[in-house]
């Protein structure tokens, strides 16, 4: 999974749209739950960590793996010019993204389940919220929390952590806006056209959003 990710710049972790190229796809059925040892949903902590990779609802709102230099690039295309500030001063996002960027602006990174509950919304709307500032690149998964066995051992699903994407990448916000939303949707195009030569130019817009 790391080796797919370095080859492409990104892997979704399910089917978004780009036929035979995901997690779920490229991974047999056995190692999904397996009887004994990780399996494929226990990888994704370690494979963040072994490539200093993001991960995050990137994709058509669906979840996958995305390296900082390609996460430059999405930023600048899909923020469009602007940053937090300039986004809420027109309007562009909700009240929800509003309260849940303040709380990480504030705390840094937070779990998933403590920041629903200092953030006050509802769960339709906290996921609403947590999705639509990961589309906009503002957001995203640093990391994953497990439960300890008695003797210390992680076990049952990693819960995700959350954190403003450029409090995680250093200077991110400064490289991004050396591309303009052009540059980068140009780049984009042009690296996933060569990946995925035979996909129609259409599919691949779709993809980058």
């Known amino acids: 999974m790391a080796a797919i990710i370095s080859q492409y710049g990104f892997l979704p972790f399910f089917n978004a749209g780009i036929p035979g190229f995901s997690a779920e796809e490229l991974s047999d059925s056995s190692v999904w739950f397996p009887p004994e040892g990780l399996g494929v949903w226990d990888w994704k902590d ?24 390609m996460l430059l690039l999405l930023a600048a295309y899909r923020r469009d010019g602007y940053d937090f500030e300039g986004m809420v001063s027109d ?49 995203m998964v640093s990391g994953f929390d497990y439960r300890l066995t008695k003797d210390g051992r992680p076990y049952g699903w990693g819960i995700a952590r959350y954190a403003l994407t450029d409090a995680v990448y250093g200077g991110f916000e400064e490289r991004m806006d050396r591309y303009s939303p052009q540059e980068a949707h140009g780049l984009l195009m042009a690296m996933m056209q060569k990946s995925f030569p035979e996909a129609e130019e259409a599919l691949l817009r779709r993809f980058l959003g």
Not at 56 to 64: A, I, K, T, V
Not at 96 to 121: A, H, P
Request: include cysteine; charge should be positive; hydrophobic fraction near 35%.
């Open 46 to 69: 370690r494979v963040m960590r072994m490539t200093g990779c993001a991960y995050g609802r990137f994709f058509r709102s669906h979840p996958g793996f995305i390296t900082e230099e």
């Open 91 to 139: 309007g562009l996002v909700s009240r929800g993204e509003r309260t849940v960027y303040s709380i990480l602006e504030e705390t840094g990174d937070e779990m998933s389940t403590f920041l629903r509950l200092k953030s006050r919304l509802a769960k339709s709307s906290f996921d609403k919220a947590c999705g639509e500032l990961q589309m906009k690149t503002f957001m």
